[in-house]
């Protein structure tokens, strides 16, 4: 089985600071992973992913995140956080092979950037 | 360019009655993914398609079905609906395991 665990409930950092929203997971064999964002009635933006190669990986508006396979982490980041950044972010797993095609989400963290 | 489109976006229905959602993948998309998210709850995944035909199912229950059509739109349909069926209803498509695009959703109310 796999799963994915986001320990914020909520993260609050000040505009211009650096933010970060962690992620681990726990899959069978490679993992492909997965950032969402999502809005306030909003469907599911897709932010950035790591499938294989530089365990450094960078998406849209600024965002990036590392892969770390000894701690199973996928910890997302921003050097500089922005007020229109706040949402509610989700990290996703789904195993390379085999485990069906489901992507399993974490249960989200609610970022909240203040001026 | 195109994106995932889902219908109706909005959808109240009275407990017992029946709700069908539906689905447009992005064309050329061969899967197709159905996820239900309740108030404050992370997406749980339904059930898929790959090429016409159920990949994998999830926590779907027995009153909902779903199918995926020749022209690869796909239908979840909701029977006996209860309160607790209230939720965010995504679909997701993609071509390969890399990358789901969604849906923005159809928000089912049951009253």
């Known amino acids: 089985a796999q799963s994915v665990a986001q320990p914020e409930d909520q993260v609050n950092v000040a505009e211009g600071n650096p933010l970060t929203v962690k992620c681990t997971y726990s899959v069978s064999g490679n993992p492909y992973l997965f950032w969402y964002v999502q809005y306030p009635n909003r469907g599911l933006q897709f932010l950035l992913k790591y499938i294989t190669g530089d365990n450094l990986v960078k998406g849209s508006y600024g965002f990036e995140a590392e892969f770390n396979k000894s701690q199973t982490s996928f910890h997302l980041k921003k050097p500089s956080a922005l007020v229109s950044d706040s949402a509610l972010y989700f990290c996703a797993v789904r195993a390379l092979t085999g485990g069906g095609n489901k992507l399993t989400f974490g249960t989200g963290t609610q970022l909240k950037v203040e001026l | 360019a195109a994106g995932v489109i889902q219908s109706p976006r909005h959808l109240i229905k009275e407990k017992r009655e029946t709700a069908t959602l539906k689905c447009y993948p992005i064309p050329r998309h061969d899967t197709v993914y159905w996820y239900q998210q309740g108030p404050g709850q992370d997406p749980q995944f339904l059930i898929s398609?790959?090429?016409?035909?159920?990949?994998d199912k999830g926590s779907i229950p027995d009153r909902f079905s779903a199918q995926q059509f020749s022209d690869y739109h796909s239908e979840l349909n909701m029977s006996s609906l209860e309160l607790g069926d209230s939720a965010l209803y995504f679909c997701?498509?993609?071509?390969?395991?890399?990358?789901?695009?969604f849906g923005s959703g159809t928000r089912l109310t049951v009253v």
């Open positions: 997701a498509s993609s071509s390969n395991r890399a990358l789901d695009t």
């Open positions: 398609f790959y090429e016409k035909m159920q990949s």
